[in-house]
């Protein structure tokens, strides 16, 4: 059974940061491309980044790029998201995601922007 | 960006009816696109993929077409647990992109 499951969520400040991880099990982890999701408060769905299966490809969206950092430890089967520089308008639920059409997602995990 | 148009924002149904929700994109995207089901408190729910597949699981009341710049999804007869928020997205190239929603809720 494929499972994700996100953690690393949790209130910081603006200005500051915050790792998410994502540990997936019930697949080959290496063979997919992985994704970071996000709805905020009130707000629609939202894709973050994207990083291939070696891990030597990631994508952002333009309004993390700089600021988020995608990884991945093939070893570990764990997905991360490094977020720095956190903004009050990042406050969201964060998912990890398999591959498009996969259709495997985490529960995900909550961040909170405020001071 | 690639944007995604998705009409309409909000629909009022009754269990029964057949309902249909369109998105279409800025420029053409094959069949790059799937759509989502999402309900307060739970992760987003694929329910088709590549425009026109269902995905296991899902019942077969749902049923996407269109290819290149218009899309549809539609529910043949609509159950109480369908009332929900559909999301398309693309996945031709990044920034993936998905439309602003469409709200379903009970007439």
């Known amino acids: 059974e494929v499972q994700l499951l996100e953690s690393g969520g949790g209130l910081v400040q603006p200005g500051g940061s915050l790792r998410l991880s994502c540990a997936a099990s019930?697949?080959?982890?290496?063979?997919?491309?992985m994704n970071w999701f996000r709805q905020g408060p009130g707000k629609g769905l939202e894709w973050v980044s994207t990083i291939g299966g070696t891990g030597s490809t990631t994508y952002y969206a333009d309004s993390v790029r700089g600021r988020f950092t995608i990884s991945r430890d093939n070893s570990k089967n764990t997905l991360y998201l490094q977020m720095s520089n956190l903004r009050d308008d990042d406050t969201a639920i964060y998912y990890c995601a398999n591959s498009i059409g996969t259709g495997y997602w985490g529960q995900g995990t909550l961040v909170t922007v405020s001071s | 960006a690639i944007q995604m148009t998705q009409s309409p924002f909000s629909l009022s149904a009754s269990v029964g009816d057949r309902v249909t929700i369109t998105c279409r994109a800025s420029q053409g995207i094959g069949n790059d696109l799937s759509w989502y089901q999402k309900k307060p408190g739970k992760a987003p729910k694929l329910l088709i993929y590549?425009?026109?597949s269902l995905q296991s699981g899902v019942p077969s009341r749902f049923s996407g077409s269109g290819s290149g710049t218009d899309f549809t999804l539609t529910i043949s007869s609509l159950q109480p647990e369908d009332f929900a928020t559909y999301y398309c997205?693309?996945?031709?190239?990044?920034?993936?992109?998905f439309g602003q929603g469409t709200k379903l809720d009970i007439k």
């Open positions: 019930g697949f080959i982890f290496s063979n997919f491309a």
């Open positions: 997205l693309q996945h031709y190239n990044y920034p993936y992109t």
């Open positions: 590549v425009a026109s």
